[in-house]
């Protein structure tokens, strides 16, 4: 995983204090599932037979191809159908696609844990 160095100043008591910090890149917090999930939401195609009959394929090829994210055709085929990149999801099921690191003054990024997922967290302030 592609690694980021940070620093950051922060006043305290009438000093700088300078903090260097190497963090890695966020994962996603959305799944290619998910994706696909709040693409359905989007268009209103609410079960795998709606999705199904888009597409001109059977309900169970389509749930399995959401639940196993190894079927590159149906996947294709997905989003075509939801109007999504079509590599871009092949490379999200296949976790090969992650945002390039942004190096922006005042902003750090964090991947912490929240109950039972994690979740990025945002740090912002005025250098």
């Known amino acids: ?15 700088t204090l300078y903090f260097s910090v ?19 939401r989007g268009l209103n195609l609410t079960d795998d037979g709606q999705l199904a009959t ?12 959401i639940s196993s994210g190894t079927n590159e055709a149906v996947l294709r085929k997905l ?8 590599q871009t ?3 999200s099921a296949n976790k090969k ?5 942004q190096e922006i003054d005042g902003l750090a990024q964090f991947n912490t844990p929240y109950e039972d997922i994690m979740v990025n967290s945002y740090l912002v302030w005025d250098p």
């Not at 989003?79 to 079509?86: I, T």
């Open 22 to 40: 190497r963090m890695a890149t966020i994962p996603l917090e959305d799944t290619f599932a998910d994706i696909i999930g709040k693409a359905r």
């Open 1 to 15: 995983m592609i690694r980021t160095l940070l620093h950051f100043f922060v006043p305290f008591a009438g000093v």
């Open 89 to 91: 999801l092949v490379d």
């Open 97 to 101: 696609w992650f945002p390039r690191p």
């Open 79 to 86: 989003a075509k159908a939801l109007d999504l990149g079509e």
């Open 54 to 65: 888009r597409v001109g394929l059977a309900p169970t090829d389509v749930a399995q191809a």
